[in-house]
């Protein structure tokens, strides 16, 4: 593991020119940069930029080709020019002069893969690969890779690999390997071709600085490094024959700690950013786990929810326990010295943003138009007026599948209780109540694991509706902490790019200095608490009918689905 790069305890600016960091957020739809000062975590510039190409998960944009069901790609070239655009427009819109940055840092969703050549080339920029699937970036909404993720978690459970409980018993087909074995199977001359299988963290980073360095927190959460290891040849040869030397030869690489320095910005990445070529870059990170210093959130039962299109909620803790479906732990996978426990819920957001796109009526709209508010604000205007439990309804949040506790992405949503009076706004309370005992779960899984929550912190996009909030607050019975920074991961990147540069001792240090936090913002109501206890015991039966074997009809409804989709696709050719 590369050295950290450590500096005094106070800013290095001291006494003379104020100093900056910039960090980089890359998201599913957008990458944005943010231009931070050092002394006191200051956001004072950011700009945004939409990927040209967005998410391909029906077609393929070189070539209209149709995508099967649960696929997810991007195009690498989007996320370089974010560098191009947002870096020097965030700069500019700072007014500072691009010589006093020292630092710069990234984060990304994860899992997302890129195959690449050795010299980090995307596959799909290799001349005659451009219209093959397999070349592009998986992200990580990729779900297509769920019978390989099963074999992986069958095998590993007949075998009783060591490392299986750490990921809280199963492997998600979001990972590494089970992305990797589909790529294999599926596409055997690419497979063959690909010299590295790379977290995008890693890659975008090895873009700025010519180097590639594996970070510690993808390497352990998503790539299944447990104790300095890989799962071992055997186990994958039994998988796949071919599959044998797929960590020794595609995803071993050199691994980096969090906030120590990858390496230094390079001379064509100092012309794409009107940065200075030679200062500090940061080793790579995943969006969720970068908040946790933006949100002062590194001491041991914090836990953080980034809300947005998904949740995703990480904790650092100073014991190592197994936890049932959880995304895993690792030592120093949020904080180095802390092992540091992930899971997640794979629809948040973008449950409500279906809803709202799909579902609602013409009517509805044009009310919300002519008050002046958004249809999401005219729902949830319409739903907080009501008392807990007045709609009738209990819905699953599953749209996305399970990711914890249960890891299975063959689950889909549910809504139970409907009748011709449910009214929208109803439902769409529902669907923000569903998400509210997803989290509930998680917490109490981590509470009964001897990981006890001890606060509980929100973050990312979702924290901007109020009502949202409250509702969490009253679902968990506890207060609800919230992030002091609209752009969490950013901010936690720019901290990291702050440590990697020497400017903090520690990330404990910088974030105490950078980060934000309005603690207890959200308190429960105890009569509404009690009110969520009796849906959440109706939400929990569901739960576990559904999702732990009882009733399999989602497992079904989906292999019905591909069926009749593969048999649409041949007639059609």
Same mark, same amino acid.
């Given at each position: 593991m590369s050295d950290s790069t450590l500096g005094a305890s106070a800013p290095t600016e001291g006494a003379g020119r104020p100093t900056y960091v910039i960090g980089v957020d890359y998201g599913t739809?957008?990458?944005?940069?943010?231009?931070?000062?050092?002394?006191?975590?200051?956001?004072?510039g950011a700009s945004t930029l939409e990927y040209p190409h967005a998410v391909m998960d029906s077609t393929l944009a070189a070539t209209g080709e149709q995508l099967p069901p649960e696929w997810a790609l991007q195009v690498p070239s989007d996320y370089v020019d974010v560098l191009r655009a947002a870096v020097p427009d965030a700069v500019r819109?700072?007014?500072?002069?691009? /010589?006093?940055?020292?630092?710069?840092?990234?984060?990304?969703?994860?899992?997302?893969?890129?195959?690449?050549?050795?010299?980090?080339?995307?596959?799909?920029?290799?001349?005659? =690969?451009?219209?093959?699937?397999h070349a592009y970036v998986?992200?990580?909404?990729?779900?297509?890779? /769920?019978? /390989?993720?099963? !074999?992986?978690?069958?095998?590993?459970?007949?075998?009783?690999?060591a490392w299986l409980p750490r990921y809280g018993g199963l492997i998600s087909s979001e990972w590494e390997f089970a992305k990797g074995l589909q790529l294999l199977e599926e596409d055997p001359e690419l497979y063959e071709r690909m010299d590295h299988w790379v977290e995008a963290a890693d890659w975008i980073v090895w873009q700025l600085t010519g180097r590639y360095v594996r970070n510690a927190c993808t390497a352990g959460y998503k790539g299944i490094y447990q104790d300095g290891a890989y799962p071992s040849e055997e186990f994958l040869a039994a998988l796949n024959p071919e599959f044998a030397g797929f960590a020794r030869d595609k995803v071993e690489h050199t691994i980096g700690a969090l906030a120590s320095k990858a390496g230094t910005l390079s001379e064509e990445a100092a012309g794409w950013t009107g940065l200075p070529a030679g200062i500090a870059v940061a080793v790579g990170n995943v969006d969720a786990h970068v908040t946790a210093p933006a949100a002062q959130a590194t001491d041991p039962g914090q836990m953080v929810a980034i809300m947005g299109t998904s949740t995703c909620h990480v904790m650092n803790s100073d014991r190592l326990a197994e936890v049932p479906g959880m995304c895993g732990v690792v030592d120093g996978g949020i904080v180095e010295g802390s092992y540091g426990y992930e899971a997640g819920q794979s629809g948040v957001g973008d449950i409500f943003a279906w809803f709202v796109a799909h579902q609602v009526p013409g009517e509805v709209r044009d009310d919300a138009e002519a008050q002046g508010l958004s249809v999401h604000e005219y729902l949830t205007a319409q739903a907080q007026a009501e008392p807990v439990g007045a709609h009738g309804l209990v819905a699953l949040d599953w749209h996305s599948g399970n990711r914890s506790v249960l890891v299975d992405h063959e689950l889909s949503g549910?809504?139970?209780?409907?009748?011709?009076? $449910?009214?929208?706004?109803?439902? =769409? !309370?529902?669907?923000l109540e569903s998400t509210a005992f997803g989290t509930r779960t998680i917490v109490e899984t981590f509470n009964a694991s001897g990981v006890p929550v001890t606060e509980f912190v929100a973050a990312g996009g979702l924290i901007r509706n109020p009502f949202l909030m409250q509702v969490y607050a009253d679902v968990l019975n506890m207060p609800i902490s919230v992030i002091g920074s609209a752009q969490g991961p950013a901010l936690g990147?720019?901290?990291?790019?702050?440590?990697?540069a020497g400017a903090?001792?520690?990330?404990?240090?910088?974030?105490?200095?950078?980060?934000?936090?309005?603690?207890?913002? =959200? $308190?429960?109501d105890a009569g509404r608490a009690a009110a969520y206890d009796a849906l959440y015991r109706e939400y929990t039966a569901l739960h576990d009918y559904f999702g732990r074997g009882a009733n399999d009809v989602m497992h079904r409804l989906k292999a019905?689905?591909?069926?009749?989709?593969?048999?649409?696709e041949a007639i059609a050719v």
């Open positions: 739809l957008s990458g944005r940069a943010v231009v931070v000062r050092v002394s006191d975590g200051a956001e004072l819109q700072a007014g500072i002069d691009p /010589q006093d940055v020292i630092g710069i840092a990234t984060d990304f969703t994860a899992c997302t893969m890129v195959p690449t050549l050795a010299d980090g080339t995307p596959l799909n920029e290799v001349h005659g =690969y451009e219209g093959r699937p998986k992200l990580w909404k990729h779900h297509a890779a /769920q019978g /390989q993720a099963n !074999r992986i978690n069958e095998l590993a459970a007949r075998r009783g690999e549910t809504i139970v209780g409907l009748t011709l009076a $449910t009214r929208p706004h109803e439902i =769409y !309370r529902a669907l990147s720019a901290i990291h790019a702050a440590v990697a903090y001792e520690d990330i404990h240090a910088a974030a105490a200095a950078m980060g934000r936090l309005d603690r207890a913002a =959200y $308190t429960p019905l689905r591909r069926s009749a989709l593969t048999r649409q």
